[in-house]
Structure formats: C-alpha cells, structure tokens
C-alpha cells in the first residue's frame, strides 16, 4: 500500500520559508512522479510543482516560479518543496501526490495522496 506523509508546514510571516517534506513508502517510485498540491478555503486544489522520479525533470505552475523549488532524494524516498518569499495568499493546505508523470501535471486527480500539510503566511 502507498504511504505519502507530509511534513514542515506551520505559521510563517510573509517574506519567510518553509520546507515540505513528503516521504514515500510502498512501492517503487521509478516510473512515477511526486507533485505538490495546493488547496485554499473556497479554492480549487492547484498543481504547484512536480518531479519526476526517475530523471529529475520538474514543472512549475507559472505563479511559483522563482519562488518554489521542488527536488527529491532517492536515497530517502523522499521529496521536498522549498518555499521562499512566501505571501499571505499562499495560504493553503498542500498536498503530495504520485502517479505517472503527465496525470501528475496535467490534472489533479494522481491515484495516491498524502494528507495534507497546513501552511499558513500572516501578513
């Protein structure tokens, strides 16, 4: 059974950091790529970012360039996103997710999830 568990969100003030950690256990990861989701209240859920696993190719959604960086450990089974100069408005809860690449990128409907992470940017 696949495992995603996220961790490193909290209350940052806005200009500051944080740094995801989504760890994956249950199978084997190769042919798969981990995405980043968010959600806001009254939102819909957005793509943020995305790795593919066994290359290292990532995609961001316009709005999180230059400010996001999602990267992967193999050795870890685990992927991160790096999140700086963080906004009030990138409150939200975020999300991890695998499946094949494209599903990952370019819908938000990937098979396996993990619970959710609460960041929260005060103004």
């Known amino acids: 059974q696949v495992q995603l568990v996220e961790s490193g969100g909290g209350l940052v003030q806005a200009g500051g950091s944080l740094r995801l950690s989504c760890a994956a256990s249950?199978?084997?990861?190769?042919?798969?790529?981990m995405g980043w989701f968010r959600q806001a209240p009254g939102k819909e859920r957005e793509l943020v970012a995305a790795?593919?696993?066994?290359?290292?190719?990532?995609y961001y959604a316009d709005s999180m360039k230059g400010r996001f960086t999602i990267s992967r450990d193999n050795a870890k089974n685990t992927v991160y996103l790096q999140m700086n100069s963080l906004k009030p408005e990138d409150t939200a809860v975020y999300y991890c997710?695998?499946?094949?690449?494209?599903?990952?990128?370019?819908?938000?409907?990937?098979?396996?999830w993990g619970q959710g992470t609460q960041v929260t940017v005060s103004s």
């Open positions: 790795i593919n696993w066994s290359d290292g190719r990532t």
């Open positions: 997710a695998a499946d094949l690449y494209n599903i990952v990128i370019l819908t938000t409907a990937p098979r396996y």
């Open positions: 249950g199978r084997t990861f190769n042919s798969y790529a």
